[in-house]
């Protein structure tokens, strides 16, 4: 596996989730700090994603946030984070946020999380990259989907080997291991053009 130098991290921005994921954010910011590895993610300073974010630059970290204008009537920009960049569209920020992360990780969030998410998983589907993506499932939130993706693939709606674009783990500690444990990507890498 390639060494991982940044992460996107997709999440929830909403105040009112339980403290069990509050927790889990603060520990991938500050896990994050501590790999020496680039947080990459929506930029926004509250929920889930503030969290993370600013326990990354609590430790030590590098956070760089991409965020539509837009969004500004609905979140607050985090411009405490090393780089904040305003964006034009949503679109915008998707594929700079892909550009810009080695691997993905997937903190409990809504349905903004779930979009972006899966867009990346289908990508991957497409061989448009290899990048690893990892579910984290803080307090079973995500054993639905892990049931939903496994059913996906028993009635033959995805390919098998579909099954390695995306892993589940439980905690925090075990996405990192579930990085080294990646697959080689192909060299040369697949090239990705934007239209």
């Keep these: 596996m390639k060494e991982i130098q940044s992460i996107g991290v997709y999440c929830s921005s909403s105040v009112r989730v339980e403290s069990v994921y509050i927790k889990a954010a603060l520990e991938l910011g500050e896990a994050l700090a501590e790999h020496h590895i680039t947080m990459i993610y929506g930029g926004g300073a509250q929920g889930l994603m503030g969290k993370a974010a600013d326990a990354a630059m609590a430790h030590g970290g590098r956070v760089v946030g991409f965020m539509p204008h837009h969004l500004k009537e609905f979140e607050d920009p985090n411009w405490a984070i090393t780089e904040m ?103 040369p890498e697949p090239m990705v053009e934007w239209v």
């Design 85 to 187: 960049h305003m964006v034009d569209t949503m679109h915008t920020r998707k594929r700079l946020m892909f550009e810009h992360s080695d691997a993905f990780f997937i903190l409990p969030g809504g349905f903004g999380t779930l979009d972006e998410t899966f867009e990346l998983i289908t990508w991957g589907q497409l061989q448009l990259h290899e990048k690893p993506i990892v579910f984290i499932n803080v307090n079973h939130y995500w054993d639905p989907l892990e049931a939903l993706t496994k059913n996906i693939f028993e009635q033959h709606f995805a390919k098998p080997e579909d099954r390695n674009c995306f892993k589940f783990v439980r905690s925090v500690p075990e996405a990192f291991q579930a990085l080294l444990k990646a697959p080689e990507p192909p060299s």
